[in-house]
């Protein structure tokens, strides 16, 4: 049996999160998940707006610890994850209400999230929101010192990795027929940035 992996971030911006969530995606009724990692968002917004089925996704070496916390939830609006890389062109089929996905544009190659992008075109429905949390550049600058050393520190890890301007993320946004409707500052230094697609 596997373990339940933790993400103390997961649970420390869980509850910021969910409080916009819940106004963003009120009248959705699917999402789709991007990058699901631990699965800890996933069990949480679930259970805390049964109204939507949040289907999950990620790499597949992630799919055994996202099942162990679906299994201890045991929500009935919470899908098992389906295999998705973000830069490829295999995607589900959609239609999706929503997409929601967070930390990942900064772990991703620049070219990954562009193709994350398509991919969310093809999938998203008329009207469907796009919710996308993490940390971000505005104006090519960092906005707080630490996010300049959390960037710093990524691009040791590996050259492609790195906080992307918002500006980038709004044009791929733009290209997708998106247009903003939210840009919230949450704690830690992070954002929710939120699109909404021509109904």
């Not at 890890?157 to 733009?174: F, K, T, V, W, Y």
Request: proline fraction near 8%.
């Amino acid at each position: 049996m596997i373990s339940k992996p933790f993400s103390a971030a997961s649970a420390r911006n869980r509850e910021p999160i969910l409080a916009a969530l819940r106004d963003l995606l009120r009248g959705c009724h699917t999402v789709l998940e991007i990058g699901s990692g631990t699965g800890q968002h996933a069990v949480h917004f679930g259970a805390a707006m049964p109204h939507l089925l949040w289907q999950t996704s990620d790499l597949a070496a992630n799919h055994a610890a996202i099942r162990a916390w679906l299994d201890g939830a045991a929500l009935p609006n919470v899908l098992p994850p389906l295999l998705l890389d973000a830069g490829s062109d295999d995607w589900p089929a959609g239609p999706f209400d929503a997409v929601y996905t967070a930390n990942t544009c900064h772990i991703m190659a620049w070219p990954e999230v562009q193709s994350m992008f398509r991919g969310i075109g093809r999938v998203l429905a008329p009207g469907g929101m796009l919710c996308i949390y993490g940390p971000f550049r505005r104006d090519g600058q960092f906005t707080t010192p630490s996010n300049a050393q959390f960037d710093a520190s990524l691009r040791a890890q590996s050259p492609h990795m790195g906080l992307r301007n918002r500006e980038d993320i709004d044009a791929l946004a733009h290209a997708q027929g998106l247009a903003p409707v939210a840009d919230l500052a949450l704690p830690a230094n992070n954002d929710l940035l939120a699109w909404r697609r021509a109904g």
